[in-house]
């Protein structure tokens, strides 16, 4: 069977799995063992356990436990209630103000691991609760984490921006620096739309602050807040440092802050009971293990797509088109938009980059701006189905949120990447000006 019909039948059998409720996971890795079984026969399930377990045992995934555990500490404590107490002293009379700290926060963590779902995991599990009680949308609420959390992969150190520059031999450290402004960028532009959102709306409720005797209290209160979250903030604080000081890797950073948030919980808020401890444990246990499992669900995926030079294929046509370099420009971003859609991004750059490399250059396209423009792509993959990483980390959070709420309200999110990747094309500055000063200079 030629690999445009193997790929044709993988994803309708992947929508029709998914469409009757299976499991992510199981959809992924089901439709993917039948692949390879069909096409290489038995012999292909020795290859599926070795591709599922080895592409989770590598250490830099030791990061997404780790920050679910950071987070699962701080959300499970009453450190959640005081951040947001105190974050409302600065955003509380501005509409979705506490949404817009969240994808602040989603920066900040983005930059701490790199990692997406881990930045999702960690952020969400502290957010979402506490802006669906103080009267957010749904859709906002579990939009703005997922969205927010796709900033893992572009703000540096970025896992993606390693593994681009490991297969197009680029500098690791110059496609750190050019991911940084179009980061900070796409923050804006999520920020901008949730404002919007939240106005369209009708705002939001405070009930902390309707609770309130007076504003004096509230102000009381909330800086009483602030000095309890403060430990907390130094933490973070001093991950940012040991990462960008070359002090410790990502997992290594994420391991201590970990273990000192979980310290900070028991010692701030004298949760010293068994009781507390085992539910933040167990918390974080169940939503590692969900996680990891679609991860490797999808290395197989993308495995398999590989196996049957399915991904190859459609990238090998781009490449034999002859058309105006920014026509081509649009096709590859479809392509890549598409191929997003299904697979992880890491998978995506290991098949795709080695190949689209060469026409990029061809066609006179800076690679290091290529790059973010790449990433970005992939970004919109991470919310939108079928795969849809982050959507369905959100949706292990909030289980009660229906997935079509949590889909509708990252849209509008996806809208803003594409705007991103629109004014990279007509400021290509945005993405080459930085490393061009620092590294050129």
Request: hydrophobic share 60%; charged share 10%.
């Amino acid at each position: 069977m030629d690999p445009v019909t193997s790929g044709i039948l993988i994803v309708v059998a992947l929508f029709v799995l998914m469409a009757i409720g299976t499991p992510i996971a199981f959809a992924l890795g089901g439709v993917s063992l039948a692949a390879l079984v069909l096409d290489r026969g038995m012999g292909e399930l020795t290859y599926f356990g070795e591709t599922f377990f080895g592409n989770i045992a590598s250490f830099g995934f030791v990061a997404i436990p780790m920050f679910i555990l950071m987070g699962a500490a701080v959300a499970s404590s009453p450190t959640g209630r005081d951040l947001y107490r105190s974050l409302d002293l600065w955003l509380g009379r501005m509409p979705g103000g506490l949404a817009i700290s969240n994808i602040g926060a989603c920066s900040i963590f983005a930059a701490l691991s790199g990692s997406s779902p881990a930045t999702s995991a960690a952020i969400g599990k502290l957010g979402i609760p506490e802006m669906r009680k103080r009267g957010y949308p749904d859709g906002v609420a579990a939009g703005c984490i997922a969205a927010g959390g796709t900033l893992g992969i572009l703000i540096p150190p970025s896992v993606t921006m390693i593994v681009y520059g490991i297969s197009t031999e680029t500098s690791i450290g110059r496609l750190f620096i050019a991911g940084a402004l179009p980061g900070l960028m796409l923050a804006g532009l999520f920020m901008a739309w949730t404002l919007i959102a939240c106005k369209l709306s009708g705002g939001y409720g405070n009930p902390l602050a309707d609770a309130a005797a007076s504003a004096k209290e509230n102000v009381e209160g909330n800086l009483k807040a602030l000095v309890r979250v403060l430990p907390f903030i130094l933490v973070v604080t001093a991950i940012l440092f040991a990462l960008y000081g070359g002090v410790a890797t990502p997992s290594e950073a994420a391991g201590a802050g970990a273990f000192l948030c979980l310290a900070l919980a028991i010692i701030v808020y004298r949760m010293w009971q068994v009781k507390p401890l085992k539910t933040i444990l167990r918390d974080a246990l169940s939503e590692s293990v969900m996680i990891m499992l679609i991860i490797a669900a999808a290395e197989v995926f993308a495995f398999a797509l590989s196996s049957l030079f399915v991904t190859q294929t459609v990238a090998g046509g781009i490449a034999d088109l002859e058309v105006n370099r920014w026509v081509l420009m649009g096709i590859i971003n479809v392509f890549l938009l598409v191929a997003g859609f299904f697979l992880p991004p890491v998978a995506v750059i290991v098949m795709a980059a080695p190949i689209l490399m060469p026409i990029i250059l061809a066609a006179n396209f800076d690679p290091y701006w290529f790059a973010v423009v790449l990433t970005i792509n992939l970004e919109i993959g991470l919310i939108t189905p079928p795969v849809g990483l982050n959507l369905f980390i959100i949706k292990g959070i909030a289980p009660d949120i229906a997935l079509r709420d949590i889909l509708l309200g990252s849209l509008p999110y996806a809208l803003c990447m594409v705007l991103g990747i629109v004014l990279l094309c007509f400021f290509p500055g945005i993405a080459t000006w930085l490393p061009d000063l620092i590294i050129d200079s």
